[in-house]
């Protein structure tokens, strides 16, 4: 018989309605608000039905095992590593799988901001599943989430609560960008972390990495924002502002390091990206 919870070694938490609505009108839980949280290990018969969604946008993370859920008219498979995100308002159902029923830690999230961090993740009704390369991580987060709650639900622990839920959400969203360790995209960036002394061409890069030129800018402005030149700039300034800090090396052996032949012009390019000069940054402190 479908079962919505009183699984053994759950852990459960829901917050008052009348604390929810007093949270959501103060500073920072206004924005981002856990209303319930919650651990089901080995969740044997667990199914959830909401024909007219909920109030709060809700995030399941699978641990372990599997299982199902009905978003709008399509079903979606969830295996372990997958988180689920439901919009608030979005019709849904859920449930563990028959034969290897999944573990999950679960939150519903409210607040001014949660529209905003669920897109973010690019998820959608149509499109509710998000891949989690870094479980253990989610996971503490949200062991987090419950042990505060399971104190209390005074005012700091609610800000706690959802600061917590922050970050998780946000390493979902960012997690989801990141390359996986033998793509071409992490393959590129490795090589460009370790050629920190030159300048690369995008065609050579790309040939290295087996996709063509427009490809693989396309996947670096897709994980950073811009391009691979601008990667590359960032990480040597990077290291330019490492060996400023720390060694007394000076401004054209600096240069030198990173990859530029003139410190004048190594000089400028420093400061187009930091707004001062090598020589201002070193001694910006003292």
């Given at each position: 018989m479908p079962i919505q919870e009183g699984f053994q070694g759950q852990r459960l938490v829901v917050v008052s309605r009348p604390v929810v609505a007093e949270a959501l009108s103060r500073p920072v839980t206004r924005r981002l608000l856990v209303t319930d949280v919650g651990y089901y290990p080995n969740a044997i018969?667990?199914?959830?039905n909401r024909p007219r969604g909920a109030e709060a946008t809700i995030v399941v993370v699978c641990a372990s095992g599997t299982g199902w859920a009905r978003v709008?008219?399509?079903?979606h498979r969830i295996g372990a590593q997958q988180a689920l995100v439901?919009?608030?308002?979005v019709p849904h159902s859920y449930g563990a799988d028959e034969q290897r029923p999944w573990t999950i830690w679960w939150a519903h999230v409210a607040g001014t901001d949660a529209a905003e961090l669920v897109e973010s993740m690019d998820v959608t009704a149509g499109r509710p599943l998000v891949p989690i390369r870094g479980l253990d991580r989610a996971v503490a987060l949200l062991d987090e989430i419950v042990s505060n709650l399971e104190r209390d639900q005074s005012p700091p622990?609610?800000?706690?609560?959802?600061?917590?839920?922050?970050?998780?959400?946000?390493?979902?969203?960012?997690d989801r960008l990141l390359p996986k360790p033998d793509d071409p995209l992490q393959r590129a960036m490795n090589y460009l972390s370790d050629r920190?002394?030159?300048s690369v061409r995008v065609p050579d890069l790309a040939r290295l990495v087996g996709v063509s030129p427009s490809h693989l800018s396309a996947l670096f402005h897709r994980a950073t924002g811009g391009g691979v030149h601008a990667h590359h700039t960032a990480l040597r300034m990077a290291r330019a502002r490492q060996l400023l800090d720390t060694t007394d090396a000076t401004i054209a052996d600096v240069a030198s390091e990173v990859?530029?032949?003139d410190a004048f012009y190594f000089s400028r390019a420093f400061r187009r990206h930091h707004r001062m000069s090598p020589s201002g940054f070193?001694?910006?402190?003292?």
């Open positions: 018969g667990h199914q959830m709008g008219d399509v079903v439901i919009p608030s308002g622990r609610l800000v706690s609560a959802s600061g917590a839920a922050w970050k998780l959400l946000a390493h979902i969203s960012v920190l002394d030159g990859g530029y032949d070193r001694s910006r402190d003292s």
